[in-house]
């Protein structure tokens, strides 16, 4: 395997054990992680285990230029992002930008 292959398998690893630890920790809150944003689009923060901060998701519109891309996710992604956009009030894309900041801005690649 080349080194960017072994370097996003490792990530993909974090990604699935910060998951399931978060499994655990809702299933002893007995909370449910789709259940993290209120009707402000406010986001609790429990979903990867570790933060207990919320994420606030601004009302603003940013004017950056977007560019078009497409890629595959899982329907139970796809399900969350939903849930996600009813709840916050924004469109899946801006959620996706928020996600790819948020990831972008807290995961460690070594």
Do not use: H, W
Request: glycine fraction near 6%; hydrophobic fraction near 20%; proline fraction near 1%.
């Amino acid at each position: 395997m080349s080194k960017t292959t072994d370097g996003f398998n490792e990530l993909r690893n974090q990604v699935k054990e910060k998951k399931e630890k978060s499994k655990s920790i809702n299933k002893k809150n007995k909370s449910d992680v789709n259940d993290n944003v209120d009707g402000d689009g406010n986001v609790n923060g429990n979903g990867d285990g570790d933060s207990k901060k919320p994420i606030t998701i601004s009302k603003e519109e940013n004017s950056q230029k977007k560019i078009k891309r497409t890629y595959y996710i899982y329907e139970e992604n796809d399900e969350k992002i939903s849930k996600l956009a009813r709840r916050s009030g924004k469109d899946k894309s801006e959620l996706v930008r928020i996600a790819i900041d948020f990831l972008y801005d807290n995961v460690e690649i070594k």
